[in-house]
């Protein structure tokens, strides 16, 4: 058979280009990423064994061998692991699956050195060789199949494939180390690298003699992490396994490691990231949660494990009383791995509980992350959402820091019914909206919701403590009921007559017509003049915008205008209330400021330019 020559799939091309130029100081974690992709190789046959025992070697013979050669200046990573076929080569190390990559690869674009480090979190360790090589070999066999292939690249734009000789399956990858790289020759650098970043790794790392004088050396502490007992644990091994499991680069914010015994015996090592991973949206996304079964890997992608809602979550739950004999279809399906996860899901709960009560700065990071997340379990998880309501967070009117629910309900005021918010996509905004300036003046809290999913939870929650929730912007919201700090009586006395508020309010609504629902007097405004509030019953002003944006809504329904009495402009007009022809342009020059508020444009931009100069000009 001939050479069959590749190309790298566009994006790779990229990568490598990114790669091989990168100035990026810490180039030895090739050596981590190309160990941790022959842990995986052991782990998946040790898996396929389980059914074809004569697939693989036995549980004691997995490892990973490391040899130099000085003359040709070489580095090669060998494990007996499952291999791959030709198939596998093409599709495996000529393309990259995972979906974000290509943002990622034109993020990295932009700003080559400083980024390179967060090159494992989208799975494109392996090309990470290029880093130090000039030419990259691999020579592999798939368990079970007798053809071996040799597949190599220089990295720039093509790959090609040969028939190779290989005694057993596995994976020898091979680097052609460049002029700079020669340090990664020297045994002491190999066996630091080793130690630093793959000493959790759970089968042996053996570094091969390269002079007769010399024998092999295991370089790592050869059992899986997670079975050690976590007195015996560095937080920077900890953080070592982190990176392998999460394939992320930061540090973990939460390190949970446990050991259950009972009816159900597991242990898991589980992390919660510091930083947000750039694909916690992305429908596609695998969960990072592997679960091993006696030690032995099973899966990486199992649904029902943890919740989707803490889906931030990376790490590993290795159990004993799972049945290894199934296969992943039926073991998915198995009661005791749902009871599993819901043990997890409650750990960890408190264990974030832990956090909010006692450490709320470090929460609020934490909260910053994966606040938006957590509350998709407020619908998604019945049972768990008197724990989850006791964790969210919420930035508020009446503090820049964030506000929990129970502290919330302790401060209203006697005479208050409901916990007030308004939702929007800009808290900063939020904070000066019109609509919310009676609860400020009144000196009542209204919680800031950002997240698109609180359009969703709050309606299904519809209430804490026998306290319902009520947007600030609903028309039915009537704060006179809320006793006032300062003399009710007194406020009146800046309002424009009750009867000219009358006058005014009926010649508006004339005038706009079927372009509002209600034209009504005031009680939230304080300093707007104007300012628009749902109509009785009708949607959400927030979440029908975001539906328009989505294309699910045609336009955007009228709304009720309301007029603050107190406003100099308002009272003025509500003197002038019968004259027509001073109303015409100012009703619709004040629907349209009151929808610039909202971030919504006006209806008629041309009509509200030539309105605008009209009035101007008068007041000139
Ligand atoms: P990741 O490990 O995150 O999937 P890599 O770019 O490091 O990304 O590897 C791509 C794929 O190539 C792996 O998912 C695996 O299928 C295959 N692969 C890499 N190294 C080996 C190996 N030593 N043995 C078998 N398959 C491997």
Redesign the pocket.
Known sequence: MTTETFTFQAEVSKLLDIVAHSLYSHKEIFLR??I???S??CD?LRYQALTQPDLGPDEAGFKVEISVDEKKKTIS???N????NHA?LV???GT???SGTQAFVEHLGKDGSKDVDQI?Q???????SFMVASKVE?T?R?AGEDAAWLWSSDGKGSFTIDEATRDSQ????TLYLEKDAKEYLEKLRISTIVKQYSDHIGIPIVLKAAKDDETDETLNTASALWTRPAKEITAEQYKEFYHHVG?TFDDPWLTLHNRIEGALSYTSLLFVPSSKPFDLFDPERKQHVKLYVNRVFITDDCEGLVPPYLRFLSGIVDSEDLNLNISREMLQKDPKLKKLGAALAKKVLAELKKKADKKADEYATFWDNFGGVLKEGLYEDYDNRDKLLGLVRFKHTGGDDLIGLETYVEAMKESQEAIYYITGSDAELLRTSPQIEGFKSKGIDVLLMTDSVDEFWVPSVSQYKDKPFKSATAASTDLSAIKDAENAEEDKKDEAPAADMDTLVAALKAKLGDAVSDVRTSARLTDSAVCLVAAEGGMDMHLERLLQQHQKLDRLSPRVLEINPKHALIKKLAGLAGDDAALEDTAFLLLGQARIVEGEPVSDPATFARRMAAVMEKGL
């Open positions: 990423e190309l941790s992709n022959a995986d190789a998946k990573v060998a494990d692991g499952i291999g791959m596998d599709e495996t190390l990259i699956a995972k494992g989208f799975g494109v360790g392996f090309y990470s691999v592999t798939k596995g994976a020898t990858v394939h």
